[in-house]
Antibody, heavy 117, light 108 residues
Framework: EVQLVQSGAEVKKPGESLKISCKGS????????IGWVRQMPGKGLEWMGI????????RYSPSFQGQVTISADKSISTAYLQWSSLKASDTAMYYC??????????WGQGTLVTVSS | EIVLTQSPATLSLSPGERATLSCRAS??????LAWYQQKPGQAPRLLIY???NRATGIPARFSGSGSGTDFTLTISSLEPEDFAVYYC??????????FGQGTKLEIK
């Protein structure tokens, strides 16, 4: 069974750094793209970026380029999304999603990130 | 970046009625369009891919059509569990993509 299990909710202060994770199982982790999607409170889905763990090829949406870093550790089948300096506007639910046929077939349960002073 | 515009923003219908949701792209995406359903507190679920193909386990009452810039998701007869938010997503410039802003399907 394909599963994406994300790390737990985080509460951070502005300016702090953060790295959240998404562990894949039940499939060949290095063979499929994993994307990250933001959903701000009460808002829609936003494509942040995507990584191919096999060779770490990474693409960012223009809106998120330079704002976050996406990475993967294939030795532990885990993808990451990180911030070096959080802002209050980063408060959102973040989903990782697996692309099987070039769409997001499987989704993680989401990680809620709250940034507040 | 390709912009997807969904309409209407909110659709109020009753169970048993037919729902028609629209997604328009700012430039042609060929047939590289998907539809997702999201219920409160849940992750999105893939319904339709490549404009008209149902994903695994999706009931036949869901259908998609369109190509180029204009796409439609149709739910032939609404069930109570179909009331949710629906998003379209294009992947014509894979591995990049964009989502529409969503249509909320609510009970009338």
């Amino acid at each position: 069974e394909v599963q994406l299990v994300q790390s737990g909710a985080e509460v951070k202060k502005p300016g702090e750094s953060l790295k959240i994770s998404c562990k894949g199982s039940g499939y060949s982790f290095t063979s499929y793209w994993i994307g990250w999607v933001r959903q701000m409170p009460g808002k829609g889905l936003e494509w942040m970026g995507i990584i191919y763990p096999g060779d770490s090829d990474t693409r960012y949406s223009p809106s998120f380029q330079g704002q976050v870093t996406i990475s993967a550790d294939k030795s532990i089948s885990t993808a990451y999304l990180q911030w070096s300096s959080l802002k209050a506007s980063d408060t959102a639910m973040y989903y990782c999603a697996l692309s099987g046929e070039n769409y997001f077939d499987y989704w993680g349960q989401g990680t809620l990130v709250t940034v507040s002073s | 970046e390709i912009v997807l515009t969904q309409s209407p923003a909110t659709l109020s219908l009753s169970p048993g009625e037919r729902a028609t949701l629209s997604c328009r792209a700012s430039q042609s995406v060929s047939s590289y369009l998907a539809w997702y359903q999201q219920k409160p507190g849940q992750a999105p679920r893939l319904l339709i891919y490549d404009a008209s193909n149902r994903a695994t386990g999706i009931p036949a009452r869901f259908s998609g059509s369109g190509s180029g810039t204009d796409f439609t998701l149709t739910i032939s007869s609404l069930e109570p569990e179909d009331f949710a938010v629906y998003y379209c997503q294009q992947r014509s410039n894979w591995p990049s993509g964009t989502f529409g802003q969503g249509t909320k399907l609510e009970i009338k």
